[in-house]
């Protein structure tokens, strides 16, 4: 056993373990040289008194504590016997492979690493009212979701406030505003053959309004329309020709 290459690794693998402090490393100096003394036998039977004194700790909370987060970030294997009258088992770990050096790169990665779990057991333990161990939720597709079926519900509600009248409200309409039925009909054809679109491309959201426009336009072009002005009145209608109905093509013209 290389006890100095030991230590160089221990040391090494601390450097870049963000979650420890001095009292864990206190502890594991106390552990080591209780394995020394054992002439760095595995495992080894320890006192929970004699490690607290020689590493100065003074809470049995902090002493399992340390000792339990020691074994989750396998600097050891601890075997609690829970018996006053028999020491528990403790293997130390071979940590010799830590003895390469660590690169900056490595070590600003572990340590972005290191603070991103520290935020996240921050607002764990805020929120947290229970014992039991809270699951991180990433809430991004969430609130992304949730926002696109906001914005599709406000779009279906607008695109549901048109509701496309039935040819028999047409007509009604048309007949309270003095226009006859077969512009009714016209207007309803026109208006379900294109989706009721206005132009033919925006979604109608009005149809009475559509309708009288409707009437306007058909009112410029009815046969008893005219324009007057100061002077004269103009028949908007183009005069037909006068033709005869029986036209005589023996005829030269």
Known sequence: MNYIKHL????????????????????????FQLWNQN????????????????????????????????????????????NPFRGSLLEVCNLDFYTKPVTKKE??????????????????????????HVPIINNTNSINIKKDNTQNSKKEKNESKFSKPLFEETKNYFLEKNI????????????????????????MKDWKA???????????????????????TYNLTPNQLHVSNHKNYDEAL
């Open 8 to 31: 160089t690794g221990f040391f090494e693998k601390v450097s870049i373990d963000y979650d420890l402090n001095p009292t864990h490393i206190s502890l594991y100096m106390a552990i």
């Open 39 to 82: 002439r760095f036998q595995n495992p080894i039977s320890i006192s929970r008194d004699e490690l607290m004194r020689i590493s100065k700790i003074a809470s049995t909370a902090t002493y399992h504590k340390c000792i339990k987060e020691l074994a989750e970030r396998d600097y050891i294997i601890y075997k609690p016997s829970y």
């Open 107 to 132: 070590i600003k990665k572990l340590t972005a690493i290191s603070k991103n779990e520290k935020v996240i057991e921050q607002v764990i333990n805020k929120h947290q009212t229970s014992n039991e």
């Open 180 to 203: 006859p039925e077969y512009e009714a009909e016209k207007f309803y054809n026109y208006y379900e053959s294109n989706g009721w679109l206005i132009g033919g491309k925006t979604k």
């Open 210 to 232: 559509a309708a009288r426009n409707w009437m306007i336009n058909a009112k410029k072009f009815d046969k008893n329309s005219s324009v007057r002005t100061d002077s004269k």
